[in-house]
């Protein structure tokens, strides 16, 4: 149902920024590989279990949600809508999710704190060179009611995306874009010279950094591998978000259903486990759940919705998605979604 | 072969019908790997085997039966052929095949049986909210000669089927379903709505007084997973069928044919396995009942019988199956069903 | 290379015959994945070997041949081509293989003999099920100087071959067939209704019998698993031909160079083991051979040679791929055929 | 990105000389899975690690190499471009490439030195059955500071390319290839004829002379399994190239990324291990070096280059190589190419 949204958005939109939105890094592999490796999974479906009351809530850092859905952290909304992040914050409060506004967003996070302010929201933060910047961004999002950091540790340097060369993408408005005010950047650019400011030498110890002083709990965005995992609750990561950034960053890694169940054993409940990429079913939540992630962050579906049609379109797209969870969860045997575990899947034979 | 049949059902029939019929849930990747499943598993035949005589008997509930190919129960055949269920059993009869009358039949249990009382007959149980209308559908297959109750467990909640969401598929008469009479049904209805009697809170205390009570064996039909086999059969099942509905309820499940091994295994020979799903060659008949299933119920195929000739169209599907399943066996070296057992198949090697 | 032969042969041929070459059973998986099932192992060269001379010569039944090509059994070759049998006997001879006649052969055993009394012959063998007409089919091979008889042991009734139903193809001079003058069969007939003279309760004792009486050796040609190969060495066959019967018998079973490997090690040297199905290139032929076989028998590719060129069209067809194979030694570093071994060959990793 | 290269050159070049670059022997399995293979290994990124300063070099028989991405000698550079290897050199030269000058290349190997004094560069040699004038060509390498013989291992026959005998590819003018001058050879000739030239005889023992007269490091290019590996530096070989010569001898053998690890494993240290064939993306460059080879080397990708744009069109694919090989290993976490080791790669799950 999704990939209705999905159809109807490529109609809609301009081929630059639909091809920004919806582009991979390479040859696009990872990209495809994310939706597909849920497939490799099977749900194992329990019966005759009493699913007249179902609940599809979980707890991520310690505060209860009422459905796994997030809005993952994604650039640019004004691209989609005129409204931008505004309209999306309208839509996961009215579908009771979370949003994760982007460092790269087009509405500022005071601004949208204070138009949306009973949303439940998230700061995802790039770490500029210029680390005056990032202290102001984490301020800022602090002073405003974010109640995380979302730190993103796979973009030291723009992942080479061949659509936005070949499109001839640029950002007409960067200097516009809140975050960046005052770092100097022109008025238009490309992506990759707007991710010049990100800092290529970020390491464990800026994470320690950030997760010791800003007083949120950090999460750190972008891990595939469980050594990384244990690095991250080692160094005071609240969370991990099993993720390679939508197939954008470096194509041929893990997909994200790959490399989930690994991280999850690694951090063995020393942290939260979330995961995106490739989530676009009801069922993909609840493979995500039962290999033991907290929560997923779904990234182009939303912008989907909010280029069909605006903060409607992005809530119904989150709408359908936890409707569709939660008659998985009923299909699947498991009234709430805490009684999902390992026992619910298995890998697919290949025939 | 009966590939054909599909062809030409589609052709001939309505799209919202056909539709009905032919979808499955989500992404519709269950209904197809519940057919390219059984093509994980190669045959591994003998030869030089005197198969000048076969005999293509198996026994289900203690029962003999001429072939292990019977009519799976599936809902509305009015809307194939203008006999409806009448024109199935009389299909099922001379085809030597066992009739599953559905809940929702267009033709009601005894009148029914009253039309074909020749037919072997179960009835396929949907337990409704109103147990009151429960057990006046099960006295009333009892008074009528059904020999088993199939009680459908995958059934809590509709699956999400969007061909029906997109042809706008109604039912025009549901007011008109026999075993719907009394429950204050509208005329015209969705399927989600239709499915709205039915009890979403069914457990294994419910299977157990069915088996109790009704004086008839019961199968639990929607079994994919060997632990809820082996709960079937502690409270007082007869049989198994490993089923996800024809890839209609939940999608992303197990495929029956992965499904089928581990479910008999764990069953052991206390009750008796059933399987459906995706058979759609006599080579699959023979795979289902090597891995351990007594017999294989066809839904589909049978219902493009109805569509394509009536009452001559079933028998024809229930025959073609058959005669293919009977050459399988002498092909594979097997002269009785009864001599099928694991070293006839084994997993494919994937080239 | 042989794939032009198939695409001209299908230009030329009329549908019926066409089909009834080109066709197998059921789905045509079996036909699709006996040509499949090769590609699923890699070839390990081996290199710096002195590869200026080769010899591409095998030892088959105690005797040497020039190269391990030979001319599978089919049926009715003057559907190809007027000279029907005696070109493709021309074809081998001239090729350095060795004719298998088919009983179903357009050109009897007798005459060909007397028309190509150079070419070594071996020939097939269906049991009737008026064993006096088999008794004499053996007689005559013997006495024309037929140096095996390789019994068909995969035929006990026919397969269900869909392209022939649908191209309603007819045997026109089914009793011009010399193996079935005497046995009273009409002038038009299906291949059903010719196969029926086929003795359906063959069995091993039969096998015994006539690799007791006829003083020739005898190949048991249709095995698919060890089992049976043990059990035909241990009833006198001298070898064994793994084979699926061009994937025109039971669609769904093992592909030859699946099955292959087991019935090697299972036989362990105590009779020969040949292969056929799918084999389509030299490599394919080096890889039966590193995995035990003493030779390949070639079926449909010397029919379309026969179809695109009569006598020297099959020999083409045989030279191509004896001079691929020749080519695949060198290559692959085995200067001799009887160098191969197992450690020539590993499983493709699947990607 | 190196694939419109790949599409533009298609366009501009005739069907015959795009043929023989382009194509593989017989189905043209290996040609194709040689990209695919790389595929079959996910890379796993470690994040947070500085990568602002990186490092691509490697190093290769003992020299330092800026990046290990080498140009592969491949034949007859003036198909492609007027200036022949001498663009290709300058190319590699600008790019920091080494380029490896192929025996049958159409600038002489001293005109070659003449042209490009500053390349790097290594001569890729053919035995020929005239050992006079291979002893010639060594000795002209070695007086035109050629650092390192290429001894190519994997052509004692030519293989079965049909491609270019569909296209009756002949070579116009191979009597002025300069290693073939003093040959005889006519003035037009076939590629199968051309080859006549190359001793079949090769062996081990030739290799141990070479490595042993010439006073300069031999590599053994076409060697795919560890045996050989092994056997190679026991004979002197300083180093491998493991290949399967682009999938143009025999079809059917190992892909070179299904090959390399157990090359790699084998030979332990004692010698350099570098790898060819399907390298289309840093990313194939990062896996292979993480799989143990110290560089790759890259032929199609460079003719391509040459044919669209000459010089500056082969530097164009040899840069965006490196650029997206740097790309990798700053999103993959390694500063440095030689940080690369098996823990950044595994087995894609097959979903």
New interface residues.
């Given amino acids: ?1 999704l990939a209705e949204f999905e159809r109807l958005a490529e109609a809609r939109m301009a081929p630059g920024p639909h091809g920004f939105f919806a582009g991979g890094a ?2 696009e ?1 990872t990209l495809a ?1 994310n939706v ?17 009351t179902r609940d599809t809530g979980t707890t991520v850092l310690g505060q209860r949600l009422p459905h796994p859905v997030l809005v993952a952290p994604t650039a640019f909304h004004r691209l989609a809508t005129p409204d931008g992040e505004v309209a999306t914050a309208r839509a996961a409060l009215a579908a009771g999710s979370v949003m994760c506004l982007s460092t790269f967003s087009t509405v500022g996070a005071a601004e949208l704190a204070a138009q949306v302010p009973e949303v439940r929201r998230w700061f995802q933060l790039y770490v500029f060179r210029d680390r005056g910047i990032t202290a102001a961004l984490v301020d800022a999002a602090v002073a405003s009611g974010y109640e995380a950091l979302v730190l993103t ?2 973009l ?2 723009l ?2 995306r ?1 659509r936005d060369l070949r499109s001839g993408f640029v950002l007409e408005e960067a200097a516009a874009i809140p975050s960046l005010a005052g770092s100097g950047v022109p008025r238009r650019m490309t992506l990759a010279e707007l991710t010049e400011v990100v ?6 110890a ?2 320690e950094r950030f997760a010791g002083q800003s007083g949120l709990p950090v999460l ?1 965005k ?4 469980p ?2 995992a244990e ?1 991250a609750v080692d160094h005071g990561a609240a969370g991990v978000v099993v993720s ?1 950034h939508g197939g954008r ?7 994200t ?2 490399a989930l169940p690994a991280v999850v054993d690694r951090v063995g409940g020393r942290a939260d486990v979330l995961v995106d990429g490739g989530i676009r ?4 939540v609840l ?1 995500a759940l039962a290999l033991g992630a907290r929560a997923v962050l779904v990234g182009r579906p939303v912008l989907w919705g909010l280029a069909v049609g605006g903060e409607a379109g992005a809530r119904q797209v989150l709408d359908l998605l936890v409707a ?1 969870f939660d ?2 969860l ?3 045997g498991a009234p709430r979604a805490a009684d999902l575990d390992r ?1 619910f899947v ?6």
């Fill in positions: 149902m390479g040859d592999a590989e597909t490796a849920w497939r490799g999974w099977r749900i194992r479906p329990r019966v005759l279990v009493d699913v007249a540790v796979d030291p340097v992942g080479l061949e800092d290529p030498s970020l390491t464990w800026d994470l750190a972008g891990v595939l591998v050594e990384d690095r390679n960053q470096l194509d041929g890694v893990l997909a259903a790959e079913r009801g069922g993909d493979k569709e008659n998985a009923a299909l699947a026992s298995q890998p697919a034979r290949r025939g």
